[in-house]
């Protein structure tokens, strides 16, 4: 499992960012994908997941309604667009593979993570 996250960056409170994660070594579109954080000094929080076809999501209360996690099967891709960002969205976001629905989020497989930052 090979998972490359991008699209971070320093965004003001109010702002938007698109995160993405290229996929590659497994059949993507047979996994359950996820975004999860990390904020400074503290564990990882899990934020959404995405069932294989794309068709079932889940997120996290605190961004259900501002975050939309999507995928591309065709080019490996998971995607997060991530709107009306808080200074307490601030955190590095990883995505995370698993073949399963009954691993834990948490514990699967996931990349070197890319740092949203939300400050004015």
């Known amino acids: 499992v090979q998972l490359v996250e991008s699209g971070g960056g320093l965004v003001q409170p109010g702002g938007s960012l698109r995160l993405s994660c290229a996929a590659s070594?497994?059949?993507?579109?047979?996994?359950?994908m996820s975004w999860v954080r990390q904020a400074p000094g503290q564990g990882l929080e899990w934020v959404s997941t995405i069932q294989p076809g794309g068709s079932g999501t889940a997120y996290a209360n605190s961004v259900k309604g501002r975050f939309t996690i999507s995928r591309d099967n065709a080019e490996n891709t998971l995607y997060l667009q991530m709107n009306s960002l808080k200074t307490e969205d601030t955190a590095m976001y990883y995505c995370a593979a698993r073949a399963s629905y009954s691993i834990p989020a948490l514990q699967a497989p996931r990349g070197q993570g890319t740092q949203v930052t939300v400050s004015s």
């Open positions: 070594g497994f059949t993507f579109s047979t996994y359950y």
